[in-house]
Nanobody, 124 residues
């Protein structure tokens, strides 16, 4: 069984930065792709960024490209989302999710493992 625990969320002013972490239990983390999703009130959960099992392939939503960076450290079973130049519209609960294959996927249905989420609030 895989468990994912996010941390690093909080309140930040527009233009600021945050770094989210996702710590995974289990020995399968290093072989699976993972993604960061977010869900704002009244909106659907959306993929923000994704990374393949070895970091060789990444995806970013257009709304965060150039501002967010996804990475992973398989030796620590941890993934990260570095968020810079934050905007009020980035306010949401952020979730990390793990695939059961090595390549990333755009939809929520492709991720069987989810963390509990961490709140990110960006004030104007």
């Amino acid at each position: 069984q895989v468990q994912l625990v996010e941390s690093g969320g909080g309140l930040v002013q527009a233009g600021g930065s945050l770094r989210l972490s996702c710590a995974a239990s289990g020995r399968t983390f290093s072989t699976y792709a993972m993604g960061w999703f977010r869900q704002a009130p009244g909106k659907e959960r959306e993929l923000v960024a994704a990374i393949s099992w070895n970091g060789g392939s990444t995806y970013y939503a257009a709304s965060v490209k150039g501002r967010f960076t996804i990475s992973r450290d398989n030796t620590r079973n941890t993934a990260y989302l570095e968020m810079n130049s934050l905007k009020p519209e980035d306010t949401a609960v952020y979730y990390c999710a793990l695939r059961s294959t090595s390549s990333w996927y755009l939809g929520t249905s492709g991720y069987p493992y989810w963390g509990q989420g961490t709140q990110v609030t960006v004030s104007s």
